[in-house]
Nanobody, 127 residues
């Protein structure tokens, strides 16, 4: 059973930085799509960034481009989301997720393509 555990959420001031971590366990392949998604109160969950850990290809939502960076440490089975220049509109619960079709490399940010989800970590951006 694939399990994902997020950490690193916190309260931060606008313009600040935060790094989220996602530890992946139980996967039967080192090559997989891992995505970060977020959901603000009253809004639908949306994709933020994704990475194919077998080749480091990345995808970003327009809202994340230039500010967020997704990276991986395959030795520790951890995927990170570095968030810089955060804005109040980045406030949300952040989830990491994994696709179950390990052989598929074109990860994308469509929520329905991801089969395994963590419990989430809260990010609040406020002055």
């Amino acid at each position: 059973q694939v399990q994902l555990a997020e950490s690193g959420g916190d309260s931060v001031q606008p313009g600040g930085s935060l790094r989220l971590s996602c530890v992946v366990s139980g996967a039967n392949s080192n090559n997989k799509c891992i995505g970060w998604f977020r959901q603000a109160p009253g809004q639908e969950r949306e994709g933020v960034a994704a990475v194919y850990t077998g080749g480091s290809t990345t995808w970003y939502a327009d809202s994340a481009k230039g500010r967020f960076t997704i990276s991986q440490d395959n030795a520790d089975n951890t995927v990170y989301l570095q968030m810089n220049s955060v804005k109040p509109e980045d406030t949300a619960m952040y989830y990491c997720a994994a696709r179950g079709d390990w052989w598929y490399k074109n990860c994308g940010l469509r929520e329905s393509d991801y089969n395994y989800w963590g419990q989430g970590t809260q990010v609040t951006v406020s002055s």
